[in-house]
C-alpha cells in the first residue's frame, strides 16, 4: 500500500466503512497518512435494532452516530464529517448539490486517493448515488490534479463486467482492528458477528478470504 498524501473515504452510511475498507482505512492511520471520512447520513432507515433489540425508530439516529463516532475512534479517524442527509433519500437529491458537495470536499482536503463506492455495481441506491456523485466529482477536474479513485464493487456481476479488481489489499495484521469496527456498529452487526464468528473457529477460508482481502477497482474515465 502506497503511502498517501491525504485519503478521502465518502460513503452514504456508518458501518459501509467497516465492512469493505477498515483495514485500509486503519493501514493509512499507521502510516501517518491523515484520513477523512465523510458520511452522507447517519443510516436512519436501518432495518436492525440490535440483538436483543435495544433501538427503535426514534433512538435509532442518536445510536447510530455514536456507533460511527466509536468505528472512527477504533481505527484512527480523527477527521470525521456528518453530512446531514437522510437515509434512503441520496438516489433523490440534486445531482449538482452532491458533486458540488464532493468537489469542496476535495478542494478544502487535496487528497491523493479517494475511495467510495463503485457506481453500476454496490447494490444499494444510496451507494450508487454516493459512488456517482464521486466519480463526477473527479472527472471534472483536470485530469493532471484528479486524485486515485479506489472504488469498492460487490454486485453479482461485478467482476463479469469490470474484470478482476485493480487492487487488493491483505489486511490481515489489521484484521482484528476490522472487526472491532465492525462491533462498535452493534445495532446492525451484533447478529451477523455471531456467524461470523463461528465460521472464524471453524476456519471458514471463504470467510477469512473475505475478512483480510479488500478489493477495490479504479475507475475507467471514457
Not at 455471531?194 to 478489493?215: P, Y
Request: glycine share 4%; with cysteine; net charge negative.
Amino acid at each position: 500500500m502506497e503511502k498517501e498524501r491525504h485519503v478521502l473515504v465518502v460513503f452514504p452510511h456508518p458501518d459501509d466503512e467497516a465492512f469493505g475498507v477498515s483495514g485500509t482505512i486503519a493501514s493509512h492511520v499507521n502510516m501517518d497518512t491523515p484520513v477523512t471520512y465523510a458520511c452522507l447520513t447517519l443510516g436512519q432507515m436501518g432495518r436492525n435494532m440490535g440483538n436483543p433489540p435495544f433501538a427503535n425508530r426514534e433512538t435509532l439516529p442518536l445510536i447510530r452516530e455514536q456507533e460511527l463516532k466509536e468505528a472512527a475512534r477504533v481505527l484512527g479517524i480523527s477527521d470525521l464529517r456528518m453530512l446531514g442527509f437522510r437515509d434512503k433519500t441520496i438516489e433523490f437529491e440534486d445531482e449538482d448539490k452532491l458533486t458540488n458537495l464532493i468537489s469542496s470536499l476535495i478542494t478544502e482536503l487535496n487528497p491523493s486517493l479517494v475511495i467510495s463506492f463503485y457506481p453500476g455495481y454496490s447494490v444499494h441506491p444510496d451507494h450508487e448515488a454516493t459512488g456517482a456523485a464521486v466519480v463526477r466529482a473527479v472527472e471534472k477536474m483536470p485530469q493532471a490534479d484528479r486524485p486515485k479513485l479506489q472504488l469498492v464493487a460487490f454486485s453479482k456481476n461485478c467482476v463479469e463486467e469490470l474484470g478482476q479488481p485493480d487492487i487488493i489489499n491483505n489486511i490481515s495484521a489489521l484484521s482484528d482492528v476490522k472487526l472491532e469496527a465492525i462491533k462498535a456498529h452493534r445495532s446492525q452487526t451484533e447478529l451477523m458477528l455471531e456467524g461470523l464468528a463461528d465460521k472464524l473457529k471453524e476456519n471458514d477460508q471463504q470467510t477469512i478470504l473475505w475478512l483480510n482481502n479488500e478489493r477495490f477497482w479504479t475507475y475507467k474515465f471514457s
